[in-house]
């Protein structure tokens, strides 16, 4: 089933002084099933950031449609837009937006309490979500007191316990080290083996070694996409290597 849809989205910024136009992106439209994992890669400036932004409804485009079952996201009231990010939408930021005067636990119920979920409903989400990513015996600490490591799984807790529809992820490794990233792309992996959607933006080919379907965009557009079929990690790395090569001397399909 077609959880997502994005259909020919335009966006232009007039920058403030001089009127000059910026087209961050030209024509993207692409799809996402129920339960797909899948990576959007490109350039600085390419317009991922810009896509996911306007996925995650924190900024509108100049033209287009997402459908989010079947409903476009795009003609929701502004007083109703919070509601929809915080029941729909789960976010994973790079820089894990935690609050340093909340515990761990705090951070992840904020947007349950912000929903005014019963607090034993939320005790009852979160025991197992803790116990997955391996960070029960922390909730009571707070995030200056932990590594960035546990930070993150917190922030991806944190991004589970309202069972969203869609798991948006931005550059979730990029404030990691190599053991902490590896452990987080191993967790994103088993949520999404466990039924959960996820669209990571990703600079990083090791991260997008782990989905299961890879978009690379260019100059605003959808250029390229490669899927995993039977390949393991390691084939995968180095099929999006050579991708990212073709792209970079501009030639490149599907496959």
């Given at each position: 089933m077609t959880l997502l849809e994005v259909k020919n989205l335009k966006k232009i910024y007039t920058t403030r002084f001089?009127?000059?136009?910026?087209?961050?992106?030209?024509?993207?439209?692409?799809?996402?099933?129920?339960?797909?994992?899948?990576?959007?890669?490109?350039?600085?400036?390419?317009?991922?950031?810009?896509?996911?932004?306007?996925?995650?409804?924190?900024?509108?485009?100049?033209s287009g449609e997402i459908l989010l079952d079947?409903?476009?996201?795009?003609?929701?009231?502004?007083?109703?837009?919070?509601?929809?990010r915080r029941d729909q939408l789960g976010f994973v930021f790079q820089d894990?937006?935690?609050?340093?005067?909340?515990?761990?636990?705090?951070?992840?119920?904020l947007p349950?309490?912000?929903s005014r979920t019963p607090y034993q409903e939320m005790e009852n989400r979160l025991a197992p979500i803790a116990q997955k990513l391996e960070i029960s015996e922390l909730l009571h600490?707070?995030?200056?007191?932990?590594?960035?490591?546990?930070?993150?799984?917190?922030a991806v807790a944190r991004a589970l316990i309202t069972h969203p529809r869609l798991v948006l992820a931005d550059e979730p490794t990029g404030a990691l080290d190599s053991k902490a990233s590896a452990h987080l792309l191993?967790?994103?992996?088993?949520?999404?083996?466990?039924?959960?959607?996820v669209l990571m933006v990703t600079h990083s080919t090791m991260a997008a070694s782990h989905a299961g379907r890879i978009l690379f965009?260019?100059?605003?557009?959808?250029?390229?996409?490669?899927?995993?079929?039977?390949?393991?990690?390691e084939e995968l790395y180095q099929k999006i290597s050579d991708a990212l090569t073709l792209l970079s001397s501009g030639g490149a399909g599907n496959e």
């Open positions: 001089g009127g000059n136009q910026v087209q961050a992106l030209s024509n993207v439209s692409f799809s996402v099933e129920e339960g797909e994992y899948v990576a959007i890669m490109g350039e600085s400036g390419s317009g991922k950031t810009t896509l996911l932004n306007i996925l995650a409804s924190l900024d509108k485009p100049t079947g409903k476009n996201i795009l003609n929701i009231r502004e007083r109703d837009l919070a509601a929809f894990f937006n935690l609050l340093d005067t909340f515990s761990l636990k705090d951070n992840i119920f349950l309490v912000l600490k707070f995030p200056y007191e932990v590594s960035g490591g546990q930070k993150q799984r917190a191993r967790l994103f992996s088993e949520i999404n083996r466990g039924g959960q959607t965009i260019k100059d605003g557009e959808v250029f390229h996409q490669l899927y995993r079929g039977g390949m393991s990690n």
